[in-house]
């Protein structure tokens, strides 16, 4: 006696709770029919399982490969370096003939500054080290920096402090650098607003000591006692 042939299921799989309430349901008085439907639809349910695993297992690999291929460049990064992932925006080293490329790695260092490596870094090589600076972003005007942030800028230690943080939630080093110059300057200008207050005070008393010397000089008849030089002018 042969034994029969089932076709692949083509049908949709089965559950195999969905089996457990049909069995249920008609317990023995199920024909044959039935129950070959449901060994087809349990049949496409594990092939379906078995193709599902596959594609997962095969999706763990790549994931895996991806870490370890990130892992890899982390461990070839110099020390101290990280890779850069738009940190130092705009941050391009030259490589000859006039060409540039973006600093692959790159280290934080202190006055808004960073060193960068290329892709092709080799231990030994020299790091490239340029500013860092804010870049303009999307393609619309920017509007100016209105005067609530230029107060935070210029006041209490604390209020600074406060923008530097959330500013390095945004990942980016030439904001940041930016920030720190502008509160810079605008510090130095304090001491030179400071300077020329004081520099005018004693450029006035300065004056008064001459006009007074002059003064004193009038009276007594300097000019009539010196007049044998008044040739000496020009």
Known sequence: METPYFPEPSGKPILP?????ILETYGSNADATTLRIIALGLVGTLKKRESDHIKERERLVKDREEAEEHLDHLHDAPDGYIEND?????????????????????KKLPEGRVAGHPESYTK???PFIADSFALPTGTQPSAPIPNWLLAILTRTTSQFKTLVQVTR???NWGL???I???QAADDQMAIICQCIQQLRAEQSIAKQQRDL????????WLPHLVQQLQGLAG
Request: aromatic share 10%; hydrophobic share 35%; charged share 25%.
């Open 124 to 126: 030994g090589d020299v």
């Open 180 to 182: 720190r110059r502008a």
């Open 169 to 171: 939630q945004h990942d």
């Open 213 to 220: 010397a002059l003064f004193r000089l009038e009276q007594a």
């Open 17 to 21: 709770e969905s089996t457990l309430t």
């Open 86 to 106: 738009g940190q130092a925006l705009g941050f391009i080293i030259p490589t000859g003939n006039g060409e540039y490329e973006p600093a692959y790695y790159i």
């Open 176 to 178: 940041e650098a930016d």
